[in-house]
């Protein structure tokens, strides 16, 4: 008897301190809360309605009522009627998101409905103040985005995106570096010929700022200094395009760098994009004798199409193809 007394005594002393390990735990995240949420408020980040916290003993949960997530320079802003940040009590640096199957999205000015059968992120962050990510991974079964009249704008069967903290670049050995991967699959649109099959992307790119908690002190996100592009896949009802390259950033924000195309089905991506207006009619003969003469030399009749990004626009050797996005 007296040795069960021990033991019923330990076991009550051990549940007192986790339960006051749990207490203090959820003190001290949800003040971290609220003065992240303020911090994101001040920036122009984002705002909440309100937050509240459970999940006793196993867990924090922290949800948030109509949390909305904006740019400060008013080019993005999303918004939900709740969400969750869910972290398990004893690893509270990884935690994991969960949005409904409902939210609103703004994009250049126009309004979206966004919904889903299921939508989770996780996150893992460092140990230290700045709180710096160390990877994210995000799932979207069954996305859906239609206009603000309800008409279908773009769907697909499953959405994955990645980020992790990677090694620093040759490049740019004093910038942080982040491995980004993206898969898209089975999507559709009204404004698409044909369904696009699989889209995939592999990339690590370097940064002017690590991705930490100082973001939501900036009005300034921070802009790529280098990308190394190692996989970029699309199957595009059975064209098959891959590109890889490297590009660097120009002081005013356009590539220059060089990518380089294969595909085996060439004539139909330079008749699409003569469609799509991206090749001048005037250079469409040009291009197809050069493209002709390039597939011509590789074994397996396949194009591989280097193209150069200099001065704000994209060439093909001599040929200008066209403008360079503007990646800020």
Do not use: C
């Given at each position: ?25 959820a ?6 809360a ?15 309605g309100g937050?509240s916290?459970?999940g006793?003993?196993?867990r ?8 909305r ?15 969750q ?5 004893y ?13 609103e ?8 409905t ?33 206009g ?20 620093a670049?040759p490049?740019?050995?004093?910038a942080p ?19 696009i ?20 002190e ?18 595009w ?47 469409k ?43 800020w």
């Open positions: 008897m007296r040795a069960m007394r021990r033991l019923i005594w330990v076991v009550l002393a051990l549940s007192g301190l986790y339960a006051g390990y749990w207490a203090l735990g003190k001290a995240l949800r003040g971290g609220e003065a992240a949420l303020v911090e994101v408020r001040r920036a122009g980040w984002g705002d909440a937050l916290l459970a006793f003993p196993s924090f949960d922290l949800t948030l009522d109509a949390p997530v904006t740019d400060p320079a008013g080019a993005f802003e999303w918004r939900a009627p709740v969400a940040i869910l972290a398990l009590s690893q509270p640096n990884r935690v994991i998101f969960w949005a409904p199957p409902e939210q999205l703004r994009l250049g000015g126009q309004a979206f966004l919904t889903n059968t299921d939508m989770r992120a996780s996150v893992e962050v460092g140990l230290n103040e700045a709180a710096p990510l160390s990877e994210a991974t995000l799932v979207i079964e069954t996305p859906a985005l239609a603000a009249q309800g008409a279908l704008r773009a769907e697909a069967r499953q959405l994955r995106g990645a980020i992790a903290l990677a090694p670049q490049e740019t050995p004093d570096a982040y491995r980004i991967g993206l898969e898209l699959l089975d999507a559709t649109s009204p404004a698409l010929d044909d369904p099959a699989q889209l995939t992307l592999d990339a690590v790119v370097s940064l002017t700022a690590p991705l930490d908690r100082h973001l939501a900036t009005q300034t996100p921070p802009r790529p200094e280098h990308l190394s592009l190692r996989r970029l896949y699309l199957d009802a059975g064209k098959r395009l891959l590109v890889q390259g490297e590009l660097t950033p120009d002081a005013a924000g356009y590539p220059q760098g060089k990518l380089v195309l294969e595909s085996a089905e060439w004539r139909d991506w330079i008749a699409t994009a003569e469609a799509q207006g991206l090749v001048p009619a005037k250079n003969a040009m291009l197809l004798a050069a493209a002709e003469s390039l597939a011509r030399q590789s074994p397996d009749g396949v194009l591989r199409l280097p193209l150069a990004f200099r001065s704000g626009g994209i060439f093909f050797g001599p040929l200008a193809l066209g403008p360079a996005p503007r990646l």
